[in-house]
């Protein structure tokens, strides 16, 4: 009886770790240093058949500077949400901005969304 407790709080202590602490899809740094981008996906529960996979995932974005203290971020449900596979990470330092899709961009600055 002790041993199959045992089994099932691993189990559950395993699944939580997986479910519950969010690990980035896919991190980039800046050429220069001083920003981290990392974008988060979440998984679907029920997938239906022709969901898409990964690029049909909407992403969270969030940009931090060097020293880990989050500058801004683009939420699942802002007006500027893209999905995974519209991902296109380009870093224009001298304009304070990284662009993460086609017309989508976060300032290095300030933080904000431009959509």
Do not use: Q
């Amino acid at each position: 009886m002790k041993k199959r407790i045992s089994i099932i709080l691993l189990i559950l202590i395993l699944l939580s770790y997986f479910l519950l602490i969010p690990n980035p899809d896919v991190s980039y740094n800046s050429p220069d240093g001083n920003y981290h981008l990392d974008c988060y996906t979440s998984m679907s529960l029920l997938a239906m058949p022709g969901g898409g996979g990964v690029d049909s995932r909407v992403v969270l974005i969030i940009l931090r500077d060097k020293y880990g203290r989050e500058i801004g971020r683009c939420e699942k449900d802002d007006p500027c949400a893209i999905f995974f596979g519209g991902l296109e990470i380009e870093w224009e330092i001298e304009e304070n901005i990284v662009r993460f899709s086609r017309g989508r961009t976060l300032n290095l600055i300030t933080g904000k969304l431009g959509c």
